[in-house]
């Protein structure tokens, strides 16, 4: 073989593995997150507030933004890296939080990242709700979830997601993307524990995002170990500080993450106290005996993975005269002729009127349930369904929620007073049924109302 044919096969191998590394090999470059370190300086976040510099917020639009922490809302966790972090929250009505960045350089299909981040759980993290005035702790735990798409907040593709985090303490969390699509964009979302069997209050704490570091997919993947601590829903009472007149109260309340009764401790005015547990809804009800005036009633669930309380404070305050007396309405008076009610018939329960985003019952408005529920003890064949109305200062999603959460509470206060929960249903309407213009103060109170309606008469 002469040697022009070995230089000629020498040019065409050399050839072959040049373009062959031009079309298979994939790029090392590390693709850097701009501010990984979430700098900036730390404030509460606010509706339509910002993210840190080079991040956009993707919080839900009636909501406040992102928080840049430490030093806000009793959260004093020393930051990672750097002089600050990020605080992130889920909340009770369905709504949480997220950042967003455009990338350098796109995420590649069929290509495999390595993603590193410090993450961490504050134990207080106390704020207001959009449906209460008073001071909540968002403590729960919560996950990250992080997506790819193709433009701020899109979620086209779920490149990963941690455990629940429940510790407080910064722990790093390594992570493998190995996106099917490309990606221009990347989207940090705080999320509840999947399946969520309720909505809840929550945090998560973000700092030190890594480069997003091109590999080779034969590198092994990094599995994270799963914590899945206990999460307590108390069901009733709904709120803090009910005010009951009898001395009996039906309590519930139900879990994720609980095993059997054994991790659980009930705790009535500081002592242990008796509990019914139903292991396939995981819910337990117990029947207390209150004191007169402050009750406070305990509950936690305590498991490997961590531990999750809530607690009620309920007042007993009896009436002078526990007196029984004849049905007698001064507020409801289409009710005090039996002859004259009719399936279907729908009234106002007037006066009962609540503040704006709020469903707490005022103390003022307890005479004239206390009328409602003496007629549906009168009349133990009357089931009726407790209907919910808001004013149009609120989006449809919102209202609808809030509505039915103020329809809730008075069924939970007739519950409380000893009216069987067969008897009473409710809906929330929002701002669909308006009975008043909502272009005054006075037609917009009118509107954010609740109303009964006759649901059964027995013959």
């Given at each position: 073989?002469?040697?022009?044919?070995?230089?000629?096969?020498?040019?065409?191998?050399?050839?072959?593995?040049?373009?062959?590394?031009?079309?298979?090999?994939?790029?090392?470059?590390?693709?850097?997150?701009?501010?990984?370190?979430?700098?900036?300086?730390?404030?509460?976040?606010?509706?339509?507030?910002?993210?840190?510099?080079?991040?956009?917020?993707?919080?839900?639009?009636?909501?406040?933004?992102?928080?840049?922490?430490?030093?806000?809302?009793?959260?004093?966790?020393?930051?990672?890296?750097?002089?600050?972090?990020?605080?992130?929250?889920?909340?009770?009505?369905?709504?949480?939080?997220?950042?967003?960045?455009?990338?350098?350089?796109?995420?590649?299909?069929?290509?495999?990242?390595?993603?590193?981040?410090?993450?961490?759980?504050?134990?207080?993290?106390?704020?207001?709700?959009?449906?209460?005035?008073?001071?909540?702790?968002?403590?729960?735990?919560?996950?990250?979830?992080?997506?790819?798409?193709?433009?701020?907040?899109?979620?086209?593709?779920?490149l990963a997601e941690s455990p629940l985090i429940a510790h407080e303490e910064w722990k790093q969390y390594d992570f493998r993307f190995e996106p099917i699509s490309k990606h221009t964009y990347i989207y940090f979302e705080i999320f509840y524990r999947t399946p969520t069997l309720f909505p809840y209050n929550g945090n998560i704490l973000l700092d030190n995002l890594s480069d997003i570091i091109p590999i080779s997919c034969d590198e092994e993947e990094i599995i994270q170990k799963q914590i899945n601590p206990p999460i307590v829903n108390i069901l009733a009472p709904i709120e803090d500080g009910l005010q009951v007149e009898t001395s009996t109260f039906s309590f519930k309340a139900n879990f994720a993450n609980v095993p059997s009764r054994k991790y659980i401790t009930f705790l009535v005015n500081g002592n242990e106290h008796s509990f019914n547990y139903n292991s396939s809804s995981k819910t337990v009800t117990a029947a207390i005996n209150l004191r007169k005036?402050?009750?406070?009633?305990?509950?936690?669930?305590?498991?490997?993975?961590?531990?999750?309380?809530?607690?009620?404070?309920?007042?007993?305050?009896?009436?002078?005269?526990?007196?029984?007396?004849?049905?007698?309405?001064?507020?409801?008076?289409?009710?005090?002729?039996?002859?004259?009610?009719?399936?279907?018939?729908?009234?106002?329960?007037?006066?009962?009127?609540?503040?704006?985003?709020?469903?707490?019952?005022?103390?003022?408005?307890?005479?004239?349930?206390?009328?409602?529920?003496?007629?549906?003890?009168?009349?133990?064949?009357?089931?009726?369904?407790?209907?919910?109305?808001?004013?149009?200062?609120?989006?449809?999603?919102?209202?609808?929620?809030?509505?039915?959460?103020?329809?809730?509470?008075?069924?939970?206060?007739?519950?409380?007073?000893?009216?069987?929960?067969?008897?009473?249903?409710?809906?929330?309407?929002?701002?669909?049924?308006?009975?008043?213009?909502?272009?005054?103060?006075?037609?917009?109170?009118?509107?954010?109302?609740?109303?009964?309606?006759?649901?059964?008469?027995?013959?």
């Amino acid at each position: 073989m002469n040697k022009k044919i070995y230089i000629f096969r020498f040019a065409l191998i050399a050839t072959a593995l040049f373009l062959y590394s031009c079309i298979f090999s994939q790029d090392l470059t590390p693709i850097k997150l701009n501010n990984g370190s979430l700098e900036g300086t730390p404030r509460a976040g606010v509706a339509g507030g910002t993210a840190p510099v080079g991040w956009i917020d993707c919080s839900h639009d009636f909501q406040s933004s992102v928080d840049i922490q430490p030093g806000f809302f009793n959260v004093e966790k020393l930051p990672q890296d750097g002089k600050s972090y990020l605080g992130m929250v889920v909340r009770a009505d369905e709504s949480w939080e997220g950042i967003s960045q455009r990338l350098r350089v796109p995420l590649k299909p069929k290509s495999c990242y390595n993603f590193s981040i410090h993450l961490a759980r504050s134990d207080i993290y106390l704020s207001r709700t959009r449906t209460s005035t008073r001071e909540e702790n968002f403590s729960n735990p919560a996950k990250l979830r992080i997506y790819g798409g193709n433009n701020y907040c899109s979620k086209n593709e779920l490149l990963a997601e941690s455990p629940l985090i429940a510790h407080e303490e910064w722990k790093q969390y390594d992570f493998r993307f190995e996106p099917i699509s490309k990606h221009t964009y990347i989207y940090f979302e705080i999320f509840y524990r999947t399946p969520t069997l309720f909505p809840y209050n929550g945090n998560i704490l973000l700092d030190n995002l890594s480069d997003i570091i091109p590999i080779s997919c034969d590198e092994e993947e990094i599995i994270q170990k799963q914590i899945n601590p206990p999460i307590v829903n108390i069901l009733a009472p709904i709120e803090d500080g009910l005010q009951v007149e009898t001395s009996t109260f039906s309590f519930k309340a139900n879990f994720a993450n609980v095993p059997s009764r054994k991790y659980i401790t009930f705790l009535v005015n500081g002592n242990e106290h008796s509990f019914n547990y139903n292991s396939s809804s995981k819910t337990v009800t117990a029947a207390i005996n209150l004191r007169k005036q402050k009750n406070v009633i305990q509950i936690i669930a305590s498991t490997s993975d961590g531990s999750s309380q809530e607690t009620r404070k309920v007042f007993y305050n009896p009436p002078p005269e526990p007196v029984a007396k004849i049905f007698e309405p001064k507020v409801l008076t289409e009710l005090a002729d039996r002859s004259k009610m009719q399936l279907g018939k729908v009234l106002p329960l007037t006066n009962v009127f609540f503040l704006a985003d709020s469903i707490r019952i005022e103390k003022e408005n307890y005479h004239i349930l206390n009328e409602l529920k003496d007629f549906l003890v009168s009349n133990p064949d009357v089931n009726i369904e407790i209907m919910g109305h808001t004013n149009n200062r609120c989006d449809a999603t919102f209202c609808n929620s809030l509505s039915e959460k103020r329809a809730r509470s008075v069924v939970q206060y007739l519950i409380q007073n000893g009216i069987a929960d067969r008897r009473l249903t409710f809906k929330g309407y929002g701002k669909s049924k308006p009975i008043a213009s909502n272009d005054s103060s006075a037609g917009r109170q009118k509107n954010q109302r609740v109303e009964v309606k006759i649901t059964k008469i027995s013959s």
